[in-house]
């Protein structure tokens, strides 16, 4: 049971000392679950000042490391302070432009196998059937990130993720259960036993592949990672707890949001046919004779990437930005108490029609057209944020990016897509934003 208090003028609250007209009018609330205050933000300016904000005074909630400490552990995507400032400065230039110029081959290598299966179910059927892309690109996209960070052991980084991805769903559906109760958690319910289960099956798994590069020489993300752990003196379980943490972290970073991105940009380029003819000719005239895709030619994909760009928009995979207020600190006209979990709901702000126009909901990748960028596609710029905002934004944005470029691109010049009789639109929340029910596409051999 929770309720919400909409910050109006003259109703006094201990978060409106500061108070002031518009913040209160309809974007700005708090809803209360009793163990937790939530302040709920949409109103811009207070959006641009969370943006503002230090990581030693806006963090990860701690709820939400508990409830997610199976699936995240104590990497990346969970941890606050000094520690999360270490392993950011560690990780973060792997994810650099000039590693992922490198990373191009990796993307392509890994896309490979999907277009040989694809052709080869259709040449068995005259060309054209439906198929559930869903495994299809989960597979692919798991792949990718598997062969980065795994290096050799890229089969057994699958297996990982495939473990992982299982424990995904078996966390939201505990959450769809229960919402934020951290009692029932606890309790020996068949779904936590099963996350229990998965979660040492993963972390064997991840040790396992972990023992293997500590007799290597292989330079990927894994060994960044070990050598990371060794960098700050932790020892035994602290320092496997370290790198499982951040293997996990790269699964979901790097992985779980791809793939769901993929799954929806082939959703709404079967559904809009003549946007789908402008990126398959671009992506014709770049990958001419199936010519090697380099940085230089994923520059030229201008379509491709405004309609990754709208995707992003309008299905952002994680729709939920939620911090916690480390110390007092003052967002626009109000002072925040220490303890307060700020949540912004980047659905919200992509489809605000004051923001983008009385179109917001529609797919209109032209929004982003004639290179002005997200920066110009809406007024103000900061209601845009697929990626996070202010310090913690995702480090692996460039390889988001490159990776949807070459998928789409590589399967938009062999095949055409359009909607199955049998898709249902029920987009539901499993820690991203996925298809409720799968999505079936009618694809066709080109």
């Known amino acids: 049971m929770c309720h919400w208090t909409p910050l109006e ?10 108070f002031k007209p518009p913040f209160g009018e309809g974007p700005v ?19 641009k000042d969370i943006g503002h904000c230090t990581p030693s005074e806006l963090g990860k909630p701690k709820y939400l490391k508990r409830s997610r400490k199976a699936l995240f552990g104590r990497g990346l ?25 490198g990373m191009i081959e990796l993307v392509e290598d890994a896309t490979a196998p999907l277009l040989e299966s694809w052709e080869s179910i259709l040449d068995n059927v005259g060309g054209s059937r439906d198929i559930v892309v869903d495994d299809y690109l989960r597979k692919l996209s798991a792949d990718v990130i598997a062969r980065i960070c795994f290096g050799r052991s890229f089969t057994r ?8 991805r299982q424990l995904q769903k078996a966390i939201s559906q505990q959450d769809a259960l ?38 290597s020489t292989d330079n990927d993300l ?13 020892q035994g379980r602290d320092a496997e707890d370290f790198i499982i943490g951040n293997c996990k972290g790269m699964y979901f970073a790097g992985h779980g949001t791809t793939e769901v991105t993929m799954i929806w940009c082939l959703m709404l380029l079967a559904a809009h046919p003549e946007w789908q003819e402008h990126a398959r000719a671009e992506a014709a005239e770049v990958c001419q004779g199936g010519a090697t895709l380099d940085v230089n030619a994923l520059r030229q994909l201008r379509i491709i990437t405004m309609v990754i760009q709208e995707t992003l928009r309008l299905f952002p995979p994680a729709s939920l930005m939620m911090r916690e207020v480390l110390i007092d600190v003052k967002i626009g006209g109000l002072d925040v108490p220490h303890g307060t979990i700020i949540q912004v709901d980047r659905s919200m702000l992509h489809q605000d029609k004051d923001a983008w126009g009385p179109d917001a909901c529609e797919f209109h990748p032209d929004r982003f057209a004639n290179g002005v ?10 209601m845009y944020m697929p990626f996070g905002h202010g310090p913690r934004t995702c480090i692996g944005q460039n390889l988001a990016m490159v990776e949807l470029k070459v998928v789409l691109a590589r399967l938009l010049s062999r095949f055409a897509f359009a909607p199955s009789p049998r898709y249902r639109h029920a987009p539901v929340f499993r820690l991203t934003i996925e298809p409720g029910f799968g999505m079936p596409l009618v694809v066709t051999k080109l």
């Open 178 to 215: 229960v919402g934020l109760s951290a009692f029932w958690k606890h309790l020996p319910t068949s779904v936590n036993r099963e996350i229990g289960k998965l979660e040492e099956e993963a972390r064997l798994l991840i040790l396992d592949v972990m023992k293997e590069h500590n007799n």
């Open 373 to 382: 960028g997200v920066a110009a596609a809406c007024r103000p710029a900061g």
């Open 77 to 101: 995507l969970t941890v606050n302070g000094d520690e999360w400032a270490y392993q950011r400065k560690l990780i973060a230039p792997e994810f650099f432009v000039d590693k992922i110029k």
């Open 29 to 47: 609330f708090i809803s209360s679950t009793g163990a937790l205050e939530i302040l709920h933000v949409s109103d811009p300016e207070l959006v």
């Open 9 to 18: 003028p003259g109703k006094p609250h201990y978060l409106m000392k500061s």
């Open 157 to 164: 980084g699958e297996e990982i993720f495939c473990k992982l």
């Open 222 to 234: 894994l060994r960044v990672i070990i050598d990371g752990a060794q960098g700050c003196h932790l």
